[in-house]
């Protein structure tokens, strides 16, 4: 079985070499061997990732920010000043998978776009839009996604690119007009193997002829992405961290630091990550996320000061 975080992320740090006179640090961020816990440019320093993000830093969407067709657009310069203002380094680069969804936060249909994939037809998908061809991508994806990087670091901040996100299928109404299911492509890709209407085997791939067909689509998705990764980079002069959320439902921190990741994202419950942070080293570098440790409104202001905080983190 092949298994991808269902409500949690894979995610990579891009870091951006900077112009020599505003260059606080080169990518891409690999691993301190004096100090594990840490990510180092190079320099030999430690580099503490810290910073927040929000829900349509990278697609337009409607979650958080209010329903509507076409999707609210964020001000991205009002984005990158406000993580500048506060002095932060880091932020995730938030993914949406499906183009329409009924949101509670505000309550309505809330939009997405743009998607990896070209909306070609023939035929019009559950949304009344065009569906879907996964194998022809959509370059405004990418070139928004190269240039929100680009622009990122040329501020001095790094950047986490979102691939997979599993939240809104496992949690609301999203599956119906998702890529990967049959009703929305040309391609007769379905994801939802047992047809249950929910479509979580595209996170958690069972054998058989069609999980192979998803599988290849979504390695030709990560390889546009990042070049396949690891795998890809393994020969190449730079090599990416790769790192991984919290498994959301049925996952274990103890999985996160078994995985082939660079860094991870635990959980707090179970595990000591809110409450009472660890001091021993864990063998990854960890990037403590407060959404996975108390909820979008955690506010618990004190926790980045608790004991043990010795590794990278964000908030939310």
């Known amino acids: 079985m092949s298994r991808i975080p269902a409500a949690g992320l894979l995610l990579f740090v891009c870091g951006v070499s900077l112009p020599e006179q505003q260059r606080a640090a080169t990518g891409p961020l690999r691993l301190l061997q004096s100090n594990p816990r840490y990510f180092t440019d190079g320099s030999g320093r430690a580099i503490f990732l810290t910073g927040t993000h929000n829900w349509n830093n990278f697609e337009d969407t409607g979650h958080r920010a209010g329903p509507g067709d076409?999707?609210?657009?964020?001000?991205y310069k009002w984005f990158l000043d406000f993580v500048g203002s506060h002095h932060h380094s880091f932020f995730r680069l938030w993914r949406w998978e499906s183009p329409k969804w009924t949101d509670d936060e505000p309550k309505g249909v809330a939009y997405a776009r743009?998607?990896?994939w070209l909306r070609t037809g023939p035929g019009v998908a559950t949304d009344e839009k065009p569906k879907f061809d996964l194998t022809r991508f959509d370059p405004e994806y990418f070139a928004r996604m190269r240039q929100r990087i680009q622009e990122a670091g040329e501020r001095g901040i790094y950047v986490s690119v979102m691939l997979f996100e599993g939240w809104e299928v496992e949690f609301l109404n999203a599956w119906a007009c998702h890529p990967y299911n049959a009703a929305n492509n040309i391609n007769g890709i379905d994801a939802d193997t047992d047809h249950d209407g929910r479509g979580l085997e595209y996170y958690m791939l069972p054998q058989g002829a069609m999980a192979k067909r998803v599988l290849a689509t979504q390695e030709a998705y990560v390889r546009k992405v990042i070049r396949f990764v690891h795998e890809y980079e393994a020969t190449k002069p730079k090599q990416h961290p790769l790192g991984m959320s919290f498994q959301?439902?049925?996952?274990?921190?103890?999985?996160?630091?078994?995985?082939?990741?660079?860094w991870v994202s635990p959980n707090g419950d179970p595990g000591p990550y809110l409450d009472n942070l660890p001091t021993n080293f864990s063998g990854k570098v960890v990037a403590n996320d407060m959404d996975h440790l108390g909820g979008h409104v955690c506010g618990y202001n004190i926790w980045v000061w608790r004991r043990g905080l010795t590794c990278s983190s964000w908030r939310n």
């Open 248 to 262: 959301y439902k049925g996952g274990t921190n103890r999985e996160l630091f078994r995985s082939p990741a660079d």
């Open 114 to 116: 743009p998607h990896p």
């Open 70 to 75: 076409p999707p609210p657009v964020l001000d």
